[in-house]
């Protein structure tokens, strides 16, 4: 009797031997299986946030360049009123002295002005 109750607590010991074995190999099965699930599941809004970043990104680089561009050309007018007081003094000159000639040729800058034609100029 003793023998059938001892080769009885073996065949238990053994098969949870057995079971705890067959759980321990399997574990890290199981933990791969759910990581590739959880991957499976999440990579495609991954993706498309990965999309929407770089298309934000190409986005903004394209007004970065609209602005760095814009303030470039306000530096460009700014640096130009030089050049714009110089056009103002020679067409100052140029006015002094057609009237300086029309003065020295007898008529005034008024009555020269209205027997003038009038000629329209495109800029």
Not at 50 to 65: L, P, R
Not at 66 to 94: G, T, W
Not at 100 to 118: E, K, N
Request: charged share 20%; aromatic share 6%.
């Amino acid at each position: 009797m003793e023998d059938q109750e001892m080769q009885l607590k073996v065949r238990r010991v053994s098969d949870k031997f057995t079971e705890s074995m067959y759980v321990l190999a399997n574990e890290p099965s199981v933990a791969l299986y759910r990581l590739q699930e959880h991957v499976r599941r999440s990579l495609p809004e991954l993706v498309q946030h990965k999309t929407d970043m770089q298309s934000w990104e190409e986005q903004s680089q394209g007004a970065i360049y609209s602005v760095e561009y814009a303030c470039s050309a306000v530096r460009s007018m700014a640096n130009s009123s030089v050049y714009f007081k110089n056009i103002d003094s020679l067409l100052r000159q140029a006015i002094s002295m057609k009237e300086q000639i029309s003065s020295s040729q007898g008529r005034s800058p008024l009555v020269a002005a209205s027997h003038a034609p009038s000629t329209s100029s495109s800029s």
